[in-house]
């Protein structure tokens, strides 16, 4: 069984507890939060299982990893705190961890990342001797392996868009759908993730990463971006209320060209509520959340992924499944050589030993 730590307990953390105390093969050691009122409680608690797991979250960064855990699971947001993101990783990766995360957008494709983020990680490797694998949350398997996959079903390939379609009101993180992506804000407002030049910064190590498998060359990324406003107040379960005249609705691509063309597009589609932007594509069966890959070509190819978690939560169900991705891929680094990997060199792995069987 492989000692594994989550670090972290936010939406991703809460899953990856989950998928840890799942796996056959892992065996959960420690829990770190940030918020002293977490520390003490039970690791079942602070996943939402109806039973305890016998390991109590705590604080001490230290401690834990003096404890000399084989993997960490990485949960804590890198959205705002990239630096101490990066340093919290090689802290675990000098401690001699395989490390999963989300949070190092930059690292989705290492051969294109700055050296401010690649050349901490390569030192902290070289002196502890652990590995490192970053996926995204959006979640990344989607913009990588599947549409990878499914790509290799058409004669012809004109196209590979990656879709994420989402009611954001589902999504339990109201400070960043509020205030970063700017939703219930007057449309003179300027979300930081919004920003010129910032979906590129996140997802455009996906479109580069899905040129190399595909083996062209890239001319640039470009981005689109487009925002609606609400026509009606609305109120949300989750997050209250919105007014009319707000930021309902934002539509963006981040586009690979290729020869002239765009060939390559990550496109977000995310609302705070149904009625905004009824012409943009929408889940299917009027869901709250999707992901789907569209193959132009010969044939036309759409395959559309729908998951839920916590009670039917289509945001949760994102979140789980890229924790599923990440979780998954310890064992496989466990067995490799020390290094930086992408998710071009990280198989997706069937789910061994899991089929039929119960969380402890």
Known sequence: MTSTVVWGTGNVGRAAIRAVDAHPGLALSGVLVHDPAKAGRDAGDLAGLDHALGVAATTDVDATLAARPRAVVYAASGDLRPDEALADICRALRAGAVVVTP???????PRGAPPDFTDPVHAAIAEGGGSLFVSGVDPGWANDVLPL???????QVDVVRCQEIFDYSTYDQEDSVRQLVGMGH???YEPLMLAESVPTMVWGGQIRLLARALGVEL???????ERRALEQDVTTAAMGDFAAGTQGAVR????????????????????IHPCCAPDWPTPPGGGAGAHRVIVEGRPRIEV??????????HAAGGN???VGRLVGAVEWLIAAPPGLYDALDVPLLP????LGRKQS
Do not use: C, K, W
């Open 103 to 109: 949070a190092l957008y930059p690292l989705y494709d």
């Open 252 to 271: 963006f691509e981040v586009q690979g060209v290729v020869g002239g063309a765009v060939r390559l597009v990550v496109e977000h589609v995310t609302r």
């Open 219 to 225: 001319d640039e990324i470009r981005e689109t971006m």
């Open 186 to 188: 007057p449309m003179e």
């Open 320 to 322: 789980a499944t890229a």
């Open 149 to 155: 996959l499914v790509s290799g079903l058409g004669s």
């Open 304 to 313: 559309t992924v729908q998951a839920t978690d916590e009670d039917g939560n």
């Open 351 to 354: 789910a061994v030993g899991r």
